[in-house]
C-alpha cells in the first residue's frame, strides 16, 4: 500500500513560482518512478512531468524550461519546482508512482495517486 500527500498548491500572479511537494509512505522503493499530473475539471488529467530514478526526467512540451521534477530519496519526497507560471497552468496537480511501463504521461500507466493540491494562476 502506497499513500502519496502533495502539499505547496496555492493562488499566484502570472509570472510567479510555485514550488509542488508530494510525500510518499508505504511499499516504495527509492528506486521508483513517480511523476505529476495536472487535471482541470471536466478533463482528461495529463502528464506534466516524470522521474525515473535516477535523474532521467521527462517534461510535457508545454512546461518544458518552466517545470522543474525532482526527488529527495532520503525524504521520500517528489517536487515539482514551477516557474513562470501562465494563467493556463491553474489546475489540480496530482502526484502519481508506481509506473506500469509503456508511456510515462500517459495517466493510465499509474497505479497510485495522491488526492491532488490546487494551483491557481491570476493574469
Known amino acids: 500500500q502506497v499513500q502519496l500527500v502533495e502539499s505547496g498548491g496555492g493562488s499566484v500572479q502570472s509570472g510567479g513560482s510555485v514550488r509542488l511537494s508530494c510525500v510518499a509512505s508505504?511499499?516504495?522503493?527509492?528506486?521508483?518512478?513517480m511523476a505529476w499530473f495536472r487535471q482541470l475539471p471536466g478533463k482528461e488529467r495529463e502528464g506534466v512531468a516524470a522521474?525515473?530514478?535516477?535523474?532521467?526526467?521527462t517534461y510535457a512540451r508545454s512546461v518544458k524550461g518552466r517545470f522543474t521534477i525532482s526527488r529527495d530519496a532520503d525524504k521520500n519526497t517528489l517536487y515539482l519546482q514551477m516557474v513562470n507560471l501562465q494563467p493556463e497552468d491553474t489546475a489540480m496537480y496530482y502526484c502519481?508512482?508506481?509506473?506500469?511501463?509503456?508511456?510515462?504521461?500517459?495517466?493510465?500507466?499509474?497505479?497510485?495517486w495522491g488526492q491532488g493540491t490546487q494551483v491557481t494562476v491570476s493574469s
Open positions: 522521474i525515473n530514478p535516477p535523474t532521467t526526467t
Open positions: 508505504g511499499d516504495l522503493p527509492s528506486t521508483y518512478s
Open positions: 502519481a508512482a508506481h509506473w506500469r511501463g509503456n508511456s510515462i504521461l500517459d495517466q493510465t500507466n499509474w497505479s497510485n
